[in-house]
């Protein structure tokens, strides 16, 4: 399983990305798929998850009403919708995937990470 993520970049406070992890290998429903982050600094923290089998959508409390997951069967690409991007969102966020039912147990595949900085 390879993991490609993309769409990284420098955004002013308030803007919006769209980050793309492109999944093969296996299909989408087969895997549980999460984007996670980290900082300068910081340990690495889940964002978002979605589970295997009943596709449940799980978010950190940092990223609720503001980023949304979701998935494209068709492309086997997983999206990552980011809104209202405040400074402390500057970190490189990867995309990862796990045959397990969810992301909180270890992930078996990463994807390389891309880089979202947020900054006036």
């Known amino acids: 399983v390879q993991l490609q993520a993309s769409g990284g970049g420098l955004v002013q406070p308030g803007g919006s990305l769209r980050l793309s992890c492109a999944v093969s290998g296996l299909t989408l429903d087969d895997l549980a798929i999460g984007w996670f982050r980290q900082a300068p600094g910081k340990e690495r923290e889940q964002?978002?998850?979605?589970?295997?089998?009943?596709?449940?959508i799980n978010y950190a409390d940092s990223a609720k009403g503001r980023f949304s997951i979701s998935q494209d069967n068709p492309k086997n690409t997983v999206y990552f919708q980011m809104n209202k991007l405040v400074f402390e969102d500057t970190a490189v966020y990867y995309c990862a995937a796990s045959g397990g039912?969810?992301?909180l147990y270890g992930m078996d595949y990463w994807g390389q990470g891309t880089?979202?900085?947020v900054s006036s």
């Open 101 to 103: 039912y969810g992301c």
């Open 47 to 56: 964002v978002a998850c979605i589970s295997r089998d009943d596709r449940a």
């Open 115 to 117: 880089q979202v900085t």
